[in-house]
């Protein structure tokens, strides 16, 4: 098994101890109360012959009695930086925005080893900005170890 696949076994399995882990700022003390579902992961073509895009985990996060707006996480897991794309990220976000018809996406990228990658992604001219796009993330080789 790669590590992506045992990643998304990870995320899919114990998707509350991801999201806390991963991403607990956007999480809160409410994420005990949420249901969390699991996305397509497939994401739709616009033609036939088009390039599907796939996401490692999309999780939606509902909450019954409404006390906060379901919000959609694209978990990915990068086992090396200088493979990722945040403009690959950006448009998987983008899809699955329009998809689910929401603008309540969080990017989440887990990168298993140290390097460079591009955190911010930023499309202007020369008066405005168009886009402004980043993610949250986690570089695993950086956390601290705890022998045993």
């Known amino acids: 098994m790669d590590h992506d696949q045992a990643f998304k076994n990870l995320f899919l399995d114990y998707p509350a ?3 806390e882990l991963f991403a607990s700022a956007e ?37 019954p009695d409404g006390q906060r707006e379901a919000v ?7 086992t090396d930086p200088k493979n990722f794309s945040i403009h690959r990220l950006a448009h998987y976000c983008l899809d699955l925005s329009e998809m689910m018809k929401t603008e309540r996406v969080i990017p989440v990228v887990v990168f298993l080893r140290r390097g460079r990658f591009k955190p911010e992604l930023h499309l202007s001219g020369d008066h405005s900005e168009y886009l402004s796009f980043r993610f949250i993330y986690c570089e695993l080789a950086r956390l601290p170890r705890n022998p045993t």
Do not use: M, T, Y
Request: aromatic share 6%; hydrophobic share 45%.
């Open 17 to 19: 101890a991801a999201l």
């Open 72 to 78: 959609l996480f694209a978990l990915e897991e990068e």
């Open 27 to 63: 999480c809160g003390p409410e994420l005990r109360s949420a249901r969390i579902l699991p996305i397509r992961e497939q994401q739709l073509k616009e033609r036939l012959g088009d390039r599907f895009r796939e996401l490692d985990v999309p999780l939606l996060l509902e909450w």
